[in-house]
Each structure stands twice: as C-alpha cells, then as structure tokens.
C-alpha cells in the first residue's frame, strides 16, 4: 500500500464511524449490521452475545466526551494539591482562648517558631494569695532552639505581663521586636528586677516595618487603633502560606493622637492574600460601633464643668490617649494634677519622656502638696478601677489613704467598666464613696469610659478589608468566640472554614486548609511572690480551706524511747473558733485525742507517721460530727 492510499484511508476513517453510530442508531429500532464483514472475527464472536438493544449502551461512552474530558482536569488538579499539602505551618496559642488575658500565640514552620505577645491575667477569688497567672511555657521550653523572635502588638499587661518570666525560658539573644513605648513599658519591668534585670535585644519597630526573621520568616507590622499608642496587626509570611493576627484593636476614625487605621495596607494585604485571619473577640456580643476615644473627653468636659471641688479620677495606668485628655481638660479648667499609684508614676515617666504624652508646664504637683491648694484647683490621678485591695482608690473608699480622705463635694469618676469576676470588688468601692456624700460618676452611659475593642461592624469591617481563606476568632471566653464565628458567617466565609481552638491547639495552616491537628501541653503557671509554678492545685486547696475553716495546731510530747505521752495535748486554732467562747468543744476535742494517744502508749507504738495521722482523722471526725466544719489539722509532735 502506498503513501498516497494510507493518507486516503486515513481521511475514510472518520467517515466509517460515522456510519457505525448510525448503523447503532437503528439498531435500536431492530435493524441488523450492513457492514459487519468488516468486523474482525473476535468483534464477531463479541457481536454475537450482544443483543441489538443492547449495542446501543455499549457505545454510549463514546459520546459523552465532555465527562471525560472533566475526569482529565480533576487528575490534573489532584497533584497540584497534594503539592500545597505538603508546605504546612502550625499555629498554636497558649493562651486568649477560653479567657480574658495572658494572650500567647505561636507560629512554626519546619524547624522555627515565632512567637506573638507574652500576657498575664490577673488572679480570680478563687487563687487565694496568687500575684499574677501566665501561660504554661513548657512547650516553648522543649523547643527553645527553635524560637526565632518575640513579636509584640502592643504595651498592655495581657500581652506585655510575662515577657520577663519568658526569657527566663529562653536565650536572652532572640530579639524582641515592637513600637517605642512597648518596648518602653517592657524595659522597665526588667529594671524593676523582680525577676530579671538582663535585657534582652529590642528592635523597635513602626507601621509597615517587615522583619525577616530565621530562614523562613517575614513578620509585618501594620498600624491599628486601640486603647493605647503603638498597637500593631501582625502578618506573618512563610513558604507554607499566610496569617494575619489582628491584636487588640477597634476602628476609631478620630483618634486622639492622630495616628489611625492603616486602611490602604490592610486592603493591600488582603488583595494579597491571607490563609487565615486571627482575630480579637472581645466585643463580638456588642452591636454596632465602637465609640471614639475622643467621646470620652468630652464627657470629662461634662464633669469637669459640673464638679465644685476636687476631682479624683479612677483610670487604667496604661491608657495614654485617656491620661492626655485628662491632662488638656486639667489645664483648661485650672487645675493641677497630683497622681497617686506606681504604675501610674511609671507610666506618666515613660510616655512623657518618649513624646507620647504632653505635659503643660508645672501642671503636676505632689500628692502631699494637694491639701496646701484650693479644692476646685486639683485633680488627683489614681489606680484602682478594678476594685484592688491595696490600689489606691480603695484605700480611699476605706478612709485608708495616708493623703487623701474622701469629703462632701468631691467628684469621684471611675473611668472603666468592672473586668468579669471583679464587680463586687467595685460595687463595694462604690458604695463606701457614696457614704461620704461624694458624687460618684461610674456609669458607663456617662461616656467616661469606652472600650478599645471592636464591636460587631467594626470586625466585619476587618473580615471585608482582609477577605481571609479562613478565620480562627482570638482573645475571648467561649461565648465571645462563638459570636464571631457568626459575624464571620454573615460576611461570606464558610461555616467549614472557620477554626474555634483552644489554648494550646496546633491548627494546621495550608494554602487550601486550616484545622486543628492535634494538641500540645497548654494552661496557667501561678505566679507567687518570687515563686514561679511553685503553687499547684494541691496548695490552693489548702488555703481555700484554710480561708474557710481556719487552722487547728495540735501540741504533744512523747518521750523518744517510750513513746508515752509526757505533756499535752494542747490545741490552738487560727481563723476555726474564737477559743474564749468556745473551750467547751476544744476541751472535748482534747479528750477525745487523749484517748487515742493513751491507746498507741498501751500499744508501745512508736511510729510518729501513724500517731500524726490518727490523732488528724480522730480530730477531724470530732470537728465535722459537732459542728460541720474542717479544718486544716496539723499534729505537731516534740520528741523529749
């Protein structure tokens, strides 16, 4: 056969399966083959067993060329995702989740960590004696070769608190990055050398600022507005994908220092891309907006106007746009400012020093200088709108304050609304001021306090601007969580692709993926005096009954060789009964333990463990079966 009679055929061909379809066509209708001579004697034998009504359904695949067409795209696309599956980052908080504070989150790739804010929470009634609670570090001390950088939103003590502690964790040589007065208010918990006076290295840092830290990381810091100067988003770009973590933050379109809202780089980034967005929950239950920090001044104004003698004012150490309009209204209005509470003293320190904060000349004066001048020419600045017991705005309330004694036409404002857990300790502050006849001014619909956390349409304002692949709502109890999940809902991202984790989750990051993968060791170190992680459940629960039934010391000799009793028992009790009025039960308390020592004498038992502990049970029944109570017992045996 030659090339011209191939090229031929080769042109036939299309037109042979034409026919054949049409011959299949009618063979629906029962009508036989013409051209099956040209069948190979196989396709024969086939054709036999196959019935003209089923011909048809043999060749029907034949036709759907664009199903097949479908399957070839999805084989295409399978390997591409299993190549973004394989370049994977973990994002991990160890604390901000389930709880207000001690805000802690890290992010790993390969063989790095960074790590974003280091906070405290401040103790509950339930932590009898406990200074301050901070994260669990026991991961980041398993992996402290691998940290990187410390990255730091902002100066307040739910994300500044445990720096300290940390590096105490991990090598002094990983930098600390963050803006001036951050870096300010966490240099000087370092001096303060409560727990560490080496420095670690401090890189400051502004709006737009990329870092690159470790092999792999670049971390963005972009400007946000909040209850503080030089608060930061941080976007962290890695070779597995992207996260951005908000910080605290609200949209304040006014704010005092001028410095807003980075809009543009914001909706760069998300133009950009974000695989997954962190972000604060605070207010995710509150509709609406958030008011401007610049409402609250002019509700000072108010006030200011209003009050006929000294003004005391109640406010948050760290709140350097709110102690500004203070300042600017005291000067207005003639008065001088007398400030009581060290944190305050250290903040007014270092925020002026740095520019943050404009004082008029001689506007301060000392605290013991304020009964020297006229009543409607002062204003005293203190701490204590929580309700502390040793702030300085107690010991006011309680008449306790070495300076300063509350008097009919004061005007006391509480610039703040009660942290959850502490409103009793400021409905009592509040009451005990009233008692004076002083003008108490703590309402929240007063206007002299707002908050610094976005409201509803302000995090859909953030959900818009970064349009993320996937969100996973930070800093907030369950409930707060849960409402942002449902905002996050309502602006568009699948309910799939949002991650509600816990303090200590590894949420597995992809660019086509975020989900929890497992779990590491997370939760709280108390924090007491010097003793760091010393206090465990063991020791809380003695001191919660020692806060509830008080202490019983039980006295006793025994000579060393005998074991018989040579003096006592004596009893005496601490925060139990008042023994004058109650030596009735305590004698017969005695008895009962005199009874069972006489027993171990007879018996010539000699082991002190097994006397300590039958004469505590024997102590114990008596106490519960008379009067219901527990105590602590503590037998304490002299050997002579």
Not at 176 to 190: D, P, W, Y
Not at 303 to 320: M, P
């Amino acid at each position: 056969m030659n090339l011209e009679n191939i090229v031929e055929k080769e042109k036939e061909a299309p037109k042979k399966k034409t026919r054949r379809r049409k011959y299949y066509n009618k063979g629906k209708q029962g009508e036989k083959a013409p051209n099956a001579e040209v069948l190979t004697e196989a396709k024969k034998t086939d054709e036999t067993k196959v019935t003209t009504q089923q011909q048809p359904k043999t060749q029907t695949p034949k036709k759907r060329v664009p199903a097949k067409k479908v399957e070839v795209q999805e084989e295409v696309k399978k390997p591409v995702l299993k190549t973004e599956k394989e370049e994977k980052m973990y994002v991990i908080p160890l604390g901000g989740l389930d709880e207000i504070g001690k805000n802690m989150t890290l992010v790993q790739y390969r063989d790095e960590i960074i790590i974003i804010d280091s906070g405290v929470t401040f103790p509950d009634d339930g932590l009898l004696g406990i200074d301050l609670v901070i994260p669990d570090f026991s991961y980041i001390e398993s992996n402290k070769d691998k940290i990187k950088g410390l990255f730091i939103t902002h100066g307040h003590e739910d994300h500044i608190g445990s720096v300290p502690y940390l590096y105490q964790k991990i090598d002094k040589s990983v930098p600390l990055h963050g803006g001036k007065l951050t870096l300010a208010l966490i240099k000087a918990k370092f001096e303060s050398g409560e727990v560490s006076k080496i420095l670690p290295k401090m890189r400051e840092v502004k709006g737009r600022d990329k870092i690159r830290v470790g092999k792999y990381f670049e971390v963005e810091f972009v400007s946000v507005t909040h209850s503080i100067a030089d608060a930061y988003a941080v976007v962290v770009t890695t070779p597995a994908g992207r996260v951005m973590y908000t910080g605290d933050f609200k949209i304040d379109l006014t704010p005092v220092d001028g410095d807003g809202v980075d809009f543009l780089r914001l909706a760069q980034i998300g133009e950009e891309g974000v695989d997954l967005l962190l972000s604060d929950s605070t207010n995710s239950e509150i509709d609406g907006f958030t008011p401007s920090e610049r409402s609250v001044g002019e509700a000072f104004k108010v006030e200011f106007t209003k009050a006929k003698g000294r003004i005391i004012i109640a406010a948050f150490a760290s709140h350097v746009h709110r102690l500004q309009q203070i300042v600017n209204i005291a000067h207005e209005h003639g008065r001088k400012i007398a400030i009581d509470g060290r944190s305050l003293i250290k903040v007014f320190d270092i925020a002026s020093t740095l520019g943050y904060l404009k004082l008029p000349e001689n506007i301060m004066i000392n605290l013991s200088d304020v009964d020297k001048m006229r009543d409607n020419k002062v204003v005293i600045l203190c701490t204590g709108t929580q309700g502390e017991p040793m702030a300085a705005l107690s010991r006011i309330a309680k008449n306790m304050h070495k300076h300063t004694k509350v008097k009919e036409g004061d005007t006391v404002i509480i610039s703040a609304t009660p942290i959850p857990g502490n409103e009793r300790a400021v409905s009592n502050n509040i009451n005990s001021l009233l008692k004076y006849e002083a003008e108490v001014v703590f309402k929240k619909i007063a206007g002299i306090h707002v908050s610094g956390h976005a409201s509803k349409e302000e995090q859909k304002l953030m959900l818009n601007l970064i349009k993320p692949k996937h969100f996973m709502p930070v800093h907030g109890e369950f409930k707060m969580l849960k409402a942002h999940k449902e905002t996050a809902i309502e602006t568009g991202i699948p309910k799939g692709n949002i991650v509600i984790a816990t303090n200590g989750s590894k949420v597995e990051v992809t660019k086509s993926s975020a989900k929890i993968k497992g779990k590491v060791n997370a939760g709280a170190t108390l924090v007491d005096g010097l003793g760091v992680g010393d206090i465990g459940h063991i020791v809380l629960k003695d001191r919660q009954q020692l806060s509830q039934d008080g202490v019983v010391i039980v006295v006793f000799a025994l000579d060393k060789e005998t074991g018989k009793v040579l003096s006592g028992p004596d009893i005496v009790t601490r925060g139990f009964v008042y023994s004058r009025d109650s030596d009735e039960i305590l004698n017969e308390a005695n008895e009962q333990i005199k009874i069972k020592l006489k027993e171990f004498e007879d018996s010539a038992i000699k082991d002190w463990t097994v006397i300590k502990n039958s004469v505590r049970d024997v102590a114990g029944k008596f106490f519960y079966n008379k009067i219901k109570r527990t105590p602590v017992i503590l037998p304490i045996i002299m050997d002579v």
